[in-house]
């Protein structure tokens, strides 16, 4: 059973000691209702230290799997009437989360995704990265017969009952157009808002690299045209 009016904020991260402590002390400042599960997906730096500075609940993988199996090892201990998946590298703010729930609270929707290209503050990298988000974007959309402008984006919220009916099986970034097709073919109600988009360069940390661009399209193939 889900508590209602509490937003579970999962949590999954790899070697971010930078910039994780930053980003839970954000989350931790807002003051809606929270169940807040950090998975610590075999990171080898200190981050764990870090995480252990505030009241969450901590799940430690031996290696490092990928961020869809670090979100299916936290989903069984939510609670929350609403699932909030959070990067830990602030490249997405958690003081727009409530923005990003209100829609599935108030019963409107099921799944809301924030869009990095829709009229808020983006910081402008990598060129070949957006045309990469584009078209992925619109081949999901194609076959899924959607609209979204930014189907990989990270700031996604989730009914969690919803979510839960889902069976998730990948375990790297795939989760993205995964989660996405699942949710078209069950006829979910998806909703997109803008948001703001901190993006980093890779001496900053950022680890999505162009074998994931591949993946992604084979993933956005296999998922809604399988089963």
Known sequence: MQEAGLTTVIVP????????????????????QKQVIVVDDGSTDAG??????????????????GKGHAIRAALAQAKGEVVVIQDADLEYDPVEIPRLTKLIFEDRADAVYGSRFTGHPRRSLFYWHHLANNVITMLSNL?????????????????AETL?????TSNRFGFEPEVTAKL???????FEIDYPYFGRTYEEGKKIDFLDALAAFWHVLRFNLGN
Not at 164 to 168: E, G, N, P, V
């Open 48 to 65: 764990a230290k870090e995480v252990a500075r505030f009241p969450v609940e901590r799940i430690r993988l031996e290696s490092n799997s």
């Open 13 to 32: 991260f790899y070697n971010e000691e930078r910039t994780i402590g930053k980003m839970l002390e954000r989350l931790f400042a807002q003051p809606f």
């Open 143 to 159: 076959l899924s017969d959607l609209d979204l402008t930014d189907m990989e984006t990270g700031a996604k919220a989730f009914r």
């Open 164 to 168: 839960k009916k889902i069976t998730l």
């Open 184 to 190: 078209s073919k069950m006829k979910a109600r998806i």
